[in-house]
């Protein structure tokens, strides 16, 4: 990744975590439930990525918006994503000890508040759409419905129904490994994608492409995932490796190998690229979705 590139990344994350602190801990932090709020942001500053919200707020930018009407709902997307995370280690569900490198949140707090935390996370987006002035209010309507569909059962958290169901099935195709991940991981790129284009105003052709890029993306992103499961360690992943085959996962690896997975993700890579073209000031977008083909966590 160029320097400029890297710089800019930079930039963002800062905007979107100083703003995270903003709607959590500074706003209860002398309060009864503070816990809570200590809680959210434990699992939300862990270190991620902000694939999400950078994705947003660029968007927005090379759509030629304002990134200020982007931001509430960049945090929200990505208080969505952490909400799921946090619930994805629990017990009841993958039961990972590790996120990024730390103990996952239900082992730096008691499971009860863990489950609580992921809970706020997943209704405070909402709010604060709904409560940022600087955005009109059929703009707040379209990100906060963008968004709670691409979250429910219709995106993300079906897709994880059917992830969990596929672990007692006795054959997982490729169609149906690509209609889970296209909910499951897919869903929440695509709307961070189209949720920037809608915050700048753009017309429908411009958030269709932004949404192929993203079905593109999301897709590459989650083959490289199940890549890594088998091939990093868990220092450098920051998570426990090899739980896909612990917990009986069908992924790209076990149905393509190796090789082939990352061939598909190769070219899956280059059509999202392709897509990029139609947009201008592509530059930054450009090298990050090369970056995200090359990752190694």
Do not use: W
Request: proline fraction near 2%; hydrophobic fraction near 35%.
């Amino acid at each position: 990744m160029t320097d400029i590139v890297n710089q800019k990344l930079s930039e963002y994350i800062k905007i979107i975590e100083n703003k995270l602190r903003h709607y959590t801990e500074d706003k209860i932090k002398n309060t009864p439930q503070k816990t809570l709020a200590e809680a959210m942001m434990y699992s939300l500053s862990a270190g991620g990525k902000r694939i999400r919200p950078v994705l947003l707020m660029e968007f927005c930018r090379i759509c030629k918006g304002d990134i200020k009407k982007a931001l509430s709902a960049a945090c929200g997307l990505e208080m969505i994503h952490t909400f799921s995370l946090i619930h994805d280690d629990l017990p009841a569900m993958d039961d990972d000890d590790f996120r990024r490198g730390r103990p996952s949140c239900h082992k730096a707090y008691p499971e009860s508040i863990a489950i609580l935390a992921g809970d706020a996370l997943a209704i405070l987006p909402f709010q604060i759409i709904a409560e940022d002035d600087n955005i009109d209010s059929d703009t707040k309507i379209k990100l906060i419905a963008d968004l709670s569909k691409s979250s429910g059962m219709y995106g993300m958290t079906g897709g994880q129904v059917i992830d969990i169901e596929n672990e007692s099935r006795e054959t997982v195709d490729e169609q149906n490994l690509r209609h889970m991940y296209s909910l499951k991981t897919g869903e929440l790129i695509k709307t961070a994608c189209r949720m920037g284009c809608i915050a700048a105003g753009a017309d429908d052709a411009k958030i269709l492409l932004a949404q192929e890029y993203a079905s593109k993306l999301g897709l590459a992103f989650q083959i490289i995932d199940d890549i890594l499961d088998v091939t990093s360690t868990t220092e450098e992943l920051g998570k426990p490796v090899g739980s896909d085959s612990q917990q009986n996962k069908t992924t790209f690896v076990t149905i393509m190998g190796i090789e082939k997975a990352r061939q598909e993700a190769d070219k899956i890579t280059s059509e999202a690229l392709d897509i990029l073209k139609n947009f201008d000031d592509n530059e930054f977008l450009t090298e990050l979705t090369k970056e995200l083909l090359c990752r190694k966590k």
